[in-house]
């Protein structure tokens, strides 16, 4: 009888320790995608300030200006459930006045220009790299959450369910075209 | 910043990962950060200043071969003692998935952690029976990089997820500034990889050698790398073998020389390259390149345009295009060109930059890594601890 009750116990206790463990591996994944996102959110902002910067330099054309100065603008107040929607439309803009070689080169000879190339070519470069870490993050805590043990004993707690960041992200090809 | 490596095969036994992982270390050192790389090592081999010993590397059966490799209780207190001492802000593992360091580490470890995947082995009976244990620690992981995309492919296939592709860096003006060696020029082919391993591809050239003799009887064919002579030249006819060169292991200098003075370098690999490093260093010699078309290989000779392509263990396909390029200057002088300017991109100062820009992205705004503390973590979640 004794003997049942202490097996009893001690299969509960090896229980509880295994969900408390899992529910470690959980939280340690949604403060991954915290921290994803924050260095997202950063990258997004940065692409937009050097876009605006670059808008607002005089060194394209009015055209082209206005139209990154617009998709940059937006890109940048945007509230939350249209960001992916503006960020993306930021991309194509800057598809749209980088889509030359020449352009890039137009901008690097101007004053201040080649640290302005610079700047937002390494932009474009981690914004997809940025993207790619966060969504990798969602997958693994939406895989785990998933889960039966997760499910039936609540461990994911409040958190909300963890959104993927869908976007196009493609970067000019004269800006990223290394030779 | 303060950068941990991890290394997960024996810094003594020369490889692919080993010479990555070198280069990236003395790229970063010299770039001004702080880098410690820990790696298992023999304890009287010498260490570059840079590297830390995790102790020898047991030689266990692992996946079909005899892996060497570092486990147990041991190995797991060297690695908790290296990060704690090393206080990183970035640690970089290799091979985050083989039974050894690397996924020590993983466990061990809590802060921004970036993992490089190089091979893309198909799936093994292991790595599925363990599934559940590796995504543990896998999903410590902030940044996965895969060096082609074949094998990041093969990571999302096995493992799920996605990664960023950053290949393997090469030091181009290394290769690129190798002074020829006069008796190396001349109608030489080069080889370079071991002998005796079928799937670096040395028979397939063998077996295609006779026919390109018949054609151009004034080649000879080099080859560098360790294994049994004798029976490697079994295959040809005996007045045949006189046009094969050996030279042993070369070094560094000697192989950089060997790849500017060929007229073709050939890489008939068979299979399980997830990259091809050697491509890029022949590529950076200005070696017109001809080479299977493996996936990985194709995609570092930019789909045929940066080398020429045959069909994987062809030999007649071999013999074929080796003639018509060892007869046409100038599709090799233009092969030269083509691939002096398209190897630029797996230069170390391009490389070195975008896997500093992962760095920068997983550390922006996140802790120092730390050795995860499992018992406070527990005790924590216990309500036990003050917080």
Redesign the interface.
Known sequence: MTATLIWILVALVAIGLYLSWTAGRLDRLHARIDATRAALDAQLLRRASVAQELATAGVLDPAASIVLYEAAHEARQAEEEHREIAESELSQALRAVFAEAQQVEGVREARGGEEAVRELAEAVRRVPMARRFHNDAVRAARALRRHRKVRWFRLAGHAPFPMAFEMDDEAPAALVERV | MRIGIVCPYSWDVPGGVQFHIRDLAEYFVRQGHEVSVLAPADDDTPLPPYVVSAGRAVPVPYNGSVARLNFGFLSAARVRRWLHDGAFDVIHIHEPASPSLGLLACWSA?GPIVATFHTSNPRSRAMIAAYSIL??AL??I???IAVSEYARRTLVEHL?????VIPNGVDVDFFAKAEPKPEWQGGTIGFIGRIDEPRKGLPVLMRALPRILAARPETRLLVAGRGDEEEAVASLPAELRSRVEFLGMVSDEEKARLLRSVDLYVAPNTGGESFGIILVEALSAGAPVLASDLDAFAQVLDQGAAGELFANEDADALAVAAVRLLGDPARREELRERGS?HV??FDWS?VGA?IM??Y???T???AAVAADDRAT??RA??GLARD
Not at chain 2, 160 to 164: K, T
């Open positions: 809590s995504q543990a999903e410590k902030s940044a996965r799920g997820g996605d990664a960023v300017a630029r991109r391009t975008d820009s992962v920068e992205t997983v922006a705004g996140a973590g527990l979640r216990l």
